[in-house]
């Protein structure tokens, strides 16, 4: 999570703006298949192979990013600031499902970044 090769740059940002533009890459890599991106913004994923990935994908069943919330709540861990962030799709049966990410935020000597740290707890299918 430290490596500064991970994730995207967010010198000049604000943490909305980081939150918006890393969860925006994260999902168009998702759905192009891009493993080599889903790894590069989410390096939880490093180790997870080709396969495994796209049954992850597969299973969750995403079909279109309808929008990318705001931060809903903040906390921290010893890399520096965590934003949880929800998200909204329509999967492939036509329901919206409703997905929480973190995002981590860290500040080195390589300047400001974040990366996707995971989901938080389970998707919920939710009324439009």
Known sequence: MSDPSYGISAEGM???QE?????QQAWAADSKYDFARIRQLFPLAADVSDEALREIIKQA???QL???GVIERTGSSKL???ALVPSWFRAEDGSVTEVW???QFRETDHG???VVYGAHGYALNVKE
């Open 112 to 114: 400001t970044s974040c």
């Open 66 to 68: 309808l929008r990318i």
């Open 80 to 82: 520096g600031p965590l």
């Open 14 to 16: 604000t943490r909305e």
């Open 101 to 103: 990410d973190t995002v």
């Open 19 to 23: 939150c918006q533009t890393i969860l």
């Open 61 to 63: 069943g995403v079909l």
